[in-house]
């Protein structure tokens, strides 16, 4: 089992900053995968940047150049470093643990609750 908490979402003006934290919790040494996911009211949750295990990122067209993903995971974080703000990133943002292969027991990833994340213009 995993539990995940995140932190840092707020209001802010366009082009402002925020950083999102993701705090994991229990068997976090069979984390393999993570990514930050949002969601706007009556729209799809949307993979926003994912990185592996390894350290390698990817992120959404429109996102790349102005998101930084990353992770320590002697410390079981996850980041999200937003800069240069849109009105069109308000979203509740999620964390998300995929688990690894052998160490799935049920659930195949792990959700956060959400932090709230709305952009003035």
């Known amino acids: 089992q995993v539990q995940l908490v995140e932190s840092g979402g707020g209001l802010v003006q366009a082009g402002g900053s925020l950083r999102l934290s993701c705090a994991a919790s229990?068997?976090?040494?069979?984390?393999?995968?993570m990514g930050w996911y949002r969601q706007a009211p009556g729209k799809e949750r949307e993979l926003v940047a994912g990185i592996t295990n390894g350290g390698s990122t990817s992120y959404k067209d429109g996102v790349k150049g102005r998101f930084t993903i990353s992770r320590d995971n002697a410390r079981n974080m996850l980041f999200l470093q937003m800069n240069s703000l849109k009105a069109e990133d308000t979203a509740v943002y999620y964390c998300n643990a995929y688990m690894a292969t052998p160490c799935i027991d049920g659930a195949v990833g792990y959700w956060g609750k959400g932090t709230l994340v709305t952009v003035s213009s």
């Open positions: 229990g068997d976090t040494i069979c984390i393999s995968d």
